[in-house]
C-alpha cells in the first residue's frame, strides 16, 4: 500500500476532519489492549516509547511510512495498562475495517499492543470529546509469596486485605465530589468535581479487584482511590478518614497513592 | 543461616531421609508457582536454566551456598506453567515452615518462581511417588487480534474453534484407555495406559480453557490432547477421528501437539 500521508500533529495537535484539498478522509474508530511495562504511557513523549507513537508509526505503515495522528480517549500513565482503551484515526482513502486491524496488527507486532476492534465510524466521532462513560480496574494480589505471572500487572500487598470494609468505605466517594483530594499536582482538568458512577471491591481467593467508572476521571485519580482504601483494607482507615480526606480537598490528606501496575483501562462508551 | 548441608543429588539421583549420621532430616512440601518462560523446564539440565536448579540454589542458600535436593512431582516441559506443582526437600536441621518459605522466596527473587505454601511434612511423604492426582490445565486465547498480556501464557488460535464440540469429543478420551498416539516418542512411562478422570473445555468470551485431571500422564498427554482437540473445535475432525486416532495407538496418528505456552500444572492431590 503506498498512498499520500496525512502526518501525525504535534504534541498536543488535534486531529483534522479533512485533507488540504477539502476532501473528507474516513475515520476509525480502535480499540486498543496494551500491556503498558514497557511504555511511558499512552502519550507521545520525547524521552521514551509511548503507546500512540508505536500506533501512528504503524498506521503510518498503511500509506507508505509516514506517521498518521492516532487521538486517543483519554491517556495513560507510565506502567498502566489497557484492555478497552479507545482512539480514532483518519486515514487519506477508504480502506475496509477488517484490513485495517489486520495491517495495523502487523505493524504492531514487536510491541504488546494489540487492536481488538477496527470500525469505520461517523467524522464527528472523537475518541476524546465523545466519550460518555470510562471504566477502570485495578488488580491487587494479596498473598505472601511474591509474584510471578503478574509482575508489573498487578500491586502484590502481602499485608491482609478486608475487601469488603474496602467496598463498603469505597462508597462514600460514589456521587459527585470535589475529588482535589484524589488529583495528581499536575492534573490539567479545569475542574476537581467528578462524578464516580460506581466503585466495587471484590476479592476471589488472593484477587481482590476494584471497578470504578465515571463520564471522566482526574489524573490520578483511581490509583489515589485505589491506594487509600488499601489502608482501609489493612485496618488503618475507616470509612470516615476516608471520608474526611475527601472533604480536606487538600492533596496532602492523601493516604496513599497506588503504583500503576496494577491498573487498566477497561472500556470506553460513547 | 550456616548449618552442614545435604548436597542435591546428580541427574536422577533420588533423595534420602536420613543423614549421614543417621538423624532423621525434616522433610518439606512445597507448593510452588512458576511462569515455565525462562526456563527448560521443570529438570535440571546441563544446557540452561531449570526451575528444579533454580530452588535447589535457593534452597541452598538455607544453609551456607551448596544447593540442596529438590524432588519434583513431576516434570514440566520448556515454557510449560505451574500454579500447583508440588515438591518435597529436605533440610539438616528445624526450621520452622513460615521461616521456610520467606527466605526460599528471597532468594528465588530475580526468577518468576514461588513458594506458595510450606509445610512440614511426614519422612515417607514423597513428592512424586506418594502423588494420587495431577490437575492441569490448558489455555487457548481465540481471537484474531495478537496477544499482548498473554504472550507465551497461552496459545493464540485465530481461526474461531467450537468449544462445546471440543468437550464433546474430548469425553471419548475419559476412562482407561492406550494413550500410545497422544503420547511423546521418547516418554519414559512403562505403560501408555492411563485413566483420564476428566476432561472439560469450557469458553469464556474469547478465552477457551481446557481441565484435566488423571493419576499421572504420559510426557506430551495434556498438549497431543489439546491439539487433537483444536481439530475439532475448526470441524477438521469428528468425535469419531479423534476415537480413531485413539484407538491406533500409533504416534503417526496424531493430529496436532499443542504448543507449551498454554499448559499450567495447577494442582497435585495427596
Known amino acids: 500500500m503506498d498512498f499520500p500521508c496525512r502526518p501525525a500533529a504535534g504534541p498536543g495537535g488535534r486531529s483534522r476532519d479533512e485533507t488540504a484539498s477539502g476532501q473528507t478522509m474516513p475515520r476509525f474508530k480502535l480499540t486498543l489492549e496494551y500491556d503498558g511495562r514497557p511504555f511511558v504511557g499512552w502519550q507521545r513523549q520525547e524521552n521514551g516509547l509511548s503507546v500512540q507513537a508505536v ?3 504503524a498506521a503510518g505503515m498503511l500509506c507508505g511510512g509516514t506517521p498518521l495522528a492516532v487521538t486517543g ?43 481488538l476492534a477496527a470500525e469505520e465510524t461517523a467524522a464527528d466521532f472523537h ?34 486485605l478486608d475487601a469488603d470494609a474496602m467496598h463498603d468505605a ?37 484477587d481482590i479487584r476494584l471497578e470504578t467508572g465515571a463520564r471522566s476521571f482526574l489524573h ?15 485496618g488503618k482507615w475507616t470509612r470516615r478518614d476516608l471520608r474526611h480526606a475527601l472533604d480536606a480537598r487538600d492533596r496532602a490528606a492523601l493516604g496513599l497513592n497506588a503504583p500503576p501496575d496494577g491498573l487498566y483501562f477497561m472500556k470506553v462508551e460513547y
Chains 1, 2 share one sequence.
Do not use: M
Not at 490520578?220 to 489493612?234: D, F, P, Y
Open 73 to 115: 480517549s483519554g491517556r495513560t500513565d507510565a506502567g498502566v495498562h489497557a484492555r478497552g482503551q479507545v482512539a480514532h484515526l483518519d486515514l487519506p482513502r477508504a480502506i475496509d475495517a477488517h484490513t485495517v486491524q489486520g495491517a495495523l496488527n502487523y505493524h504492531l507486532k514487536p510491541h504488546p499492543v494489540a487492536v
Open 127 to 160: 475518541a476524546r470529546f465523545s466519550a460518555t462513560a470510562r471504566h477502570y480496574r485495578y488488580r491487587i494480589v494479596n498473598r505472601r509469596a511474591p509474584l510471578t505471572f503478574d509482575r508489573g500487572l498487578a500491586w502484590h500487598v502481602i499485608v491482609p
Open 55 to 57: 500506533l501512528e508509526q
Open 170 to 206: 469505597a462508597q462514600a466517594l460514589v456521587g459527585r465530589h470535589d475529588f482535589t483530594t484524589f488529583r495528581h499536582s499536575q492534573c490539567q482538568a479545569k475542574s476537581p468535581v467528578k462524578t464516580l458512577d460506581y466503585i466495587r471491591v471484590t476479592r476471589d481467593g488472593e
Open 220 to 234: 490520578h485519580q483511581a490509583r489515589s482511590i485505589t491506594g487509600t482504601l488499601k489502608l482501609v483494607g489493612e
